[in-house]
Each structure stands twice: as structure tokens, then as C-alpha cells.
């Protein structure tokens, strides 16, 4: 059964940063691509970022150059570190995972597996 766990989310003020992780469980981490899309309320969810087995990591426009992401494979861990926050990051993130095959025909937004969840608020 894959499961994603996310954790690392909280308040922080505008300019700030903060890291995300997600423990990934259930899957051959390298066969699959793990990414984060975010969803503020009232708003589309939007593909923040993931991981690519077969090519650069990919960022949304809005977070290229703030955001970078990461893996540990000896962990089975994504992070997601965020600098110089806004608030409109404020939202909450979802880590998603998806094939490789399958990550290469949708968006980070449809992945099929997806954790909790983490809310991240950016207020001063």
C-alpha cells in the first residue's frame, strides 16, 4: 500500500522559510515521481513542484527560484524547502506520487496517491 506522510508545515512570517518532508512507503521510490501541489480555500489546486525520474525537477512559475526540491533515497524522503515565503503560499500542501509512465501523461494535480496533507500559513 503506498502512503505518503507528510509533515514540516506551519506559521511563518512573510520572507521566511520553512521545509517539508514526506516519507514515502509501499513503492520503489525510483520508479515513481513524487511532487507537491498545494491548495489555497476557494482556489484550484495548483502543481507546485516534483521530482522527475527521467529529467529536471519541475517548478511552477509562481515558486521558481524560491522553492527547491529534493530527495533522499536512503530515507524515502521528499522535501520541499521554501524560501522567501509570501503569503500567497498559504495553503495546504499535498505530497502525491505516480508511476513514472503515468506521471508523464497528467498533471502533478491528478497524481494518484496523495497524503494528508500540511498547512502552511504565511502571515505576519
Known amino acids: 500500500e503506498v502512503q505518503l506522510v507528510e509533515s514540516g508545515g506551519g506559521l511563518v512570517q512573510p520572507g521566511g522559510s520553512l521545509r517539508l518532508s514526506c516519507a514515502a512507503s509501499g513503492f520503489t521510490f525510483d520508479d515513481y515521481n513524487i511532487g507537491w501541489f498545494r491548495q489555497a480555500p476557494g482556489k484550484e489546486r495548483e502543481g507546485v513542484s516534483y521530482?522527475?525520474?527521467?529529467?529536471?525537477?519541475y517548478y511552477s512559475d509562481s515558486v521558481k527560484g524560491r522553492f527547491a526540491i529534493s530527495s533522499d533515497n536512503a530515507k524515502n524522503t521528499v522535501y520541499l524547502q521554501m524560501n522567501n515565503l509570501k503569503p500567497e503560499d498559504t495553503a495546504v500542501y499535498y505530497c502525491?506520487?505516480?508511476?513514472?509512465?503515468?506521471?508523464?501523461?497528467?498533471?502533478?494535480?491528478?497524481?494518484?496517491?496523495r497524503g494528508q496533507g500540511t498547512q502552511v500559513t504565511v502571515s505576519s
Open positions: 521530482t522527475s525520474r527521467d529529467g529536471s525537477p
Open positions: 502525491v506520487a505516480a508511476p513514472i509512465w503515468l506521471a508523464r501523461e497528467i498533471p502533478i494535480s491528478e497524481y494518484p496517491n
